[in-house]
């Protein structure tokens, strides 16, 4: 067991998540590890605590306790991942180089591993992702543990750095599709609510949500963030249920469920945000829903358009609906190829 580090963040690594940068540097750190070792006080960067999600920039100076000197035995898809994890994951893959993989994540997985996601996860599904290659892929961003979708990961720390910050320099377009709870009116337009994060009952946080914060007040709460979604209302049933498509402008936390759920219409299964209330009379939402349609989370990341961090092309990807979205779909007779594919496409 080493001691305590005091390492600075160089000008090769770039601006990066805090917990990705200590994982990159301490391979043989648990993703769990770090969450606590941030909630606990023991990592702080220039001398302040921090969160595993904040995000650190060359010249900071990130203090660490002592961690296990050897890392962990070599992992390997026989020892480590079921044969039905193996070809679950492979099947996700939309399309890959030897720069990036991009997956349809399947609702119901965790992204990465944390408090309350147990040790079945995309990241830890990796290994199973190498396709030849040496060494694992690794997460460029997240998507919720009950949210389908694109979700994209990179072979190499260049090509990692350089998807990020595509992505929070919105030089990615991400659109995604859900069903909610009523008709918004107007039918399209912007949330400009900020987001401020409560902490859960658990011992670790769990069940944290994120409130909405009104713009005018957002002085008045330093740990909100500013958010931006903006919607286009795609179909409609009656006055009961509304198939949207959501483009979040900012990448906050449970940004999309928490802002729709402010403005009235909470997203269909969404139990930590209003939607899965079969009781809810409000615009009719609840009378008449149910039987085939599923109480699972209908949010699912349709689509993303990105510049290839390598080759500069234009790159498109669709992920195709999840199994209970397709059914809910089906039920109401609404077609995938009946919408634009991107209905912001005149406000860009």
């Known amino acids: 067991m080493s001691g305590v580090k005091t390492l600075t963040v160089s000008t090769d ?42 995000h650190v920039v060359p010249g900071m100076v990130v203090r660490l306790p002592p961690f296990p000197d050897s890392p962990p035995p070599p992992r390997t898809v026989e020892a480590g991942i ?24 399947p609702a119901g997985l965790p992204s990465q ?45 260049r090509v990692a750095r350089a998807l990020s ?12 599709w859900a069903v909610v709870a009523g008709v918004p009116n107007p039918r399209q337009g912007s949330i400009k609510y900020g987001l401020m994060k409560v902490p859960g009952r658990g011992r670790g946080g769990e069940g944290e949500k994120m409130i909405c914060v009104h713009p005018a007040q957002m002085a008045e709460h330093p740990d909100a963030k500013r958010a931006q979604t903006d919607f286009f209302t795609l179909w409609f049933l009656g006055s ?17 469920r928490a802002h729709m759920a402010e403005i009235g219409h909470p997203i269909l299964g969404d139990g930590k945000y209003g939607g899965s209330s079969q009781e809810n009379q409000g615009d009719g939402w609840g009378a008449a829903v149910g039987g085939d349609i599923s109480r699972k989370l209908h949010l699912h990341a349709r689509s993303l358009s990105i510049e290839h ?6 790159l498109t990807f669709t992920a195709p609906l999840p199994e209970h979205m397709k059914r809910t779909w089906e ?18």
């Not at 979708?149 to 990179?154: Q, T, Y």
């Not at 910050?165 to 995604?176: C, G, Q, S, T, V």
């Not at 961090?309 to 234009?314: A, Q, S």
């Open 13 to 54: 690594e770039g601006e990066q998540r805090l917990d990705r940068w200590i994982k990159r540097r301490f391979p043989q750190v648990t993703q769990g590890a770090v969450e606590k070792m941030c909630r606990t006080g023991q990592v702080r960067v220039d001398g302040g605590r921090v969160k595993a999600s904040s």
């Open 240 to 256: 009961r249920l509304s198939w949207m498509a959501l483009e979040p402008v900012t990448g906050r936390t449970h940004q999309l």
């Open 113 to 157: 591993g944390g408090s309350g996601q147990g040790d079945r996860h995309v990241d830890g599904l990796t290994e199973a992702l190498k396709f030849g290659y040496k060494d694992r892929p690794k997460l460029v961003h997240r998507l919720d543990k009950d949210t389908s979708g694109i979700l994209m990961l990179a072979r190499t720390d």
């Open 309 to 314: 961090p390598i080759t500069k092309k234009m």
């Open 82 to 105: 079921s044969d039905a994890d193996v070809k679950m994951i492979q099947a996700a893959v939309l399309w890959k180089d030897e720069h990036m993989i991009v997956l349809n994540k």
């Open 165 to 176: 910050e595509a992505l929070r320099h919105r030089a990615a377009r991400k659109i995604y």
């Open 331 to 348: 039920t109401f007779g609404w077609g995938e190829s009946d919408v634009p594919a991107d209905p912001f496409v005149e406000k860009a």
